[in-house]
């Protein structure tokens, strides 16, 4: 079974400043996607981004870019130019490509406030 | 353009009474269908997912349910609500392979 690790419950970071937020995972299949999830305190979920392990370049969406490490196993989260509205929790989730296809296994989330 | 809809959005029930909550999907066909719980202060938990009309996944044992009369609404029901129900509760849905999930507004539950 997949496990998902974020190791930092809570993270604060200024206005302006860069964060980076950790997610490791377990897997014994080859081709998997990984994704961020941000929770805002409307507590509805919205997808940050994506990365499909097949490819090698990080993903990037504006301010939002990952460190995808596929031997370690890792999968951070970078969010640049920090804004108030970031402030929220941030989910890593694992989809294999395999039997366990449609089912994503999230991490227990990291808190992430940005401060004024 | 694709949207998801949850009702209702707070509920507040006695224990050993019944639940219905509904999901409804607009703007796609033949989606994957799927139904999270979120306890405070934790990660979401994958309780049931469906990938055609009728077909429904367990994926934790436990007194909810699911049903999918319909091919874009999915319904999580319970006979007799226990206290350990309480929680958030968000419908998901996906189209075909390792595509992202994209979720609805979740319905905040409380049995008292």
């Known amino acids: 079974a997949q496990t998902v690790t974020q190791s930092q419950p809570e993270m604060s970071v200024q206005e302006a400043e860069t964060v980076t937020l950790s997610c490791t995972y377990d897997?014994?299949?080859?081709?998997?996607?990984l994704f961020w999830y941000k929770q805002p305190p409307s507590r509805q979920m919205i997808l940050v981004i994506r990365q499909e392990a097949y490819k090698q370049q990080n993903a990037t969406e504006n301010r939002f870019s990952v460190n995808f490490q596929k031997a370690a196993k890792s999968f951070s989260l970078k969010i640049s130019d920090s804004q108030l509205g970031d402030t929220a929790m941030y989910f890593c989730a694992f989809e294999g490509d395999g039997g366990s296809n449609y089912k994503l296994t999230f991490g227990k989330g990291t808190l992430l406030t940005v401060n004024p | 353009s694709q949207t998801i809809h949850q009702w209702p959005a707070t509920l507040v029930q006695p224990v050993g009474s019944p639940l219905s909550l509904e999901c409804t999907v607009e703007?796609?066909?033949?989606?994957?269908l799927y139904w999270y719980r979120q306890a405070a202060g934790r990660g979401l938990q994958l309780l049931f997912y469906s990938v055609g009309i009728g077909q429904i996944s367990s994926e934790v044992p436990q007194n909810l349910s699911a049903s999918r009369p319909q091919d874009r609404q999915f319904i999580l029901s319970s006979k007799k609500l226990l206290l350990s129900d309480s929680g958030f509760y968000l419908c998901?849905?996906?189209?075909?392979?390792?595509?992202?999930?994209?979720f609805g507004p979740g319905t905040r539950l409380t049995v008292l």
């Open positions: 897997t014994s299949e080859n081709n998997y996607y």
């Open positions: 703007g796609t066909s033949n989606p994957n």
């Open positions: 998901a849905w996906s189209q075909l392979l390792n595509n992202e999930q994209f």
